[in-house]
């Protein structure tokens, strides 16, 4: 099929992107102490050069303790600021667009950091029945969310293009969604899941107040969780749109969701095995942008390639055709660009022949 579909512009709040494309956020840990450096710098640079649209950078650890679970995890505050800002500026001056993604990952643990600093989530448990760190009090929620906040008033003085909200995955505002793992009461608990996002919506209505009207905002959301692939938050467009409608009316632009394939339905029941996925259903029930992740481009599903199994590029027939459907907006591309900075311009190109496959050895070095 023709990829002409995957190059029309395309406006987000003001924000006009060339083409439907955008890099995905994926952890690199190429930041000693936090702060990134200009192989950092360089790594974004290139993908800004062979066309993406949007730039999602790796989650970035806001100001609390345990944000981060890994050491080489870049932060979005003090010295490393200094450091986002000649990523922004080596972006720009290939004339790419950049967004952060700001991360806390929760009671998650990091098998290979022993010393991970004090957890911190809603009930101090991150899968049912295992604990790590601490409950947070109120006090701790509210700073939390500040923290937030500040990072994002920071991307915008910095010059970032917008900014993304990492709340999937099973990390610290996946763990507010999550039942298993929000078994608070009060303000930021309770037994449904509207209640449970009180969290992410005073988080998205203070980032809204932070950066203003006119300045995108993004939030990624999964229904899976790497603790529990098969959970689902939303098994229904009714439960799916009462949790989406308030991070709507908080101040989200933009819902990135996150599925293993991108091309699986989201409720096969309703609309057979060829229906919306995960972003198409978001879409038509709240009306916002989505961007559709998971598997784009490569043979093999994004989980299993992190953990080690190889792929080779695949058909992206299936992709345009949902997307000559307007079924979501973007298209969110991980592994293929931490093997390929150029994958976006060779396939608009056609130079399908020229991909690159994806191997773990990849995760070693920044390309």
Known sequence: MSTETLFRPFTLNGLTLPNRIAMAPMTRSFSPGGTPGSNVAEYYRKRAAGGVGLIITEGTAVERTG???????????????????????????????????????????????PKQETAESPSGVYMPGKTNGQAMTDADVADAIAAFARAAGDAKRLGFDAVELHGAHGYLIDQFFWDATNQRGGTWGGPTLPERSRFAAEMLRAVRAEVGADFPVIIRLSQWKQQDFGYRLAPS????????????????DAFHCSQRRFWEPEFPDIDGADGLNFAGWAKKLTGKATISVGSVGLT????????????????????????????????????????????????????????????????GTLV
């Open 300 to 363: 093999g599903e994004f989980v299993a390639g992190m953990g080690g199994e190889a792929s080779q590029p695949a058909s992206l027939d299936g992709l345009i055709a949902r997307m000559e459907r307007d079924e979501f907006d973007l298209v969110a591309v991980g592994r293929a660009l931490i093997v390929d900075p150029d994958w976006v311009l060779k396939v608009q190109a056609g130079q399908f022949d020229t991909l690159t496959d994806y191997t773990a050895a990849a995760l």
């Open 67 to 113: 944000a981060a679970n890994d050491p080489n995890v870049p932060h979005f505050f003090g010295d490393a600021l200094q450091g986002w800002g000649e990523v922004v500026k080596a972006v720009h001056g290939e004339q790419g667009l950049i967004a952060p993604q700001l991360w806390h990952v929760g009671a998650l643990p990091n098998r290979r950091n």
């Open 237 to 252: 467009p009714d439960e799916l749109l009462a949790w989406l409608a308030p991070l709507a009316d908080a101040g989200a």
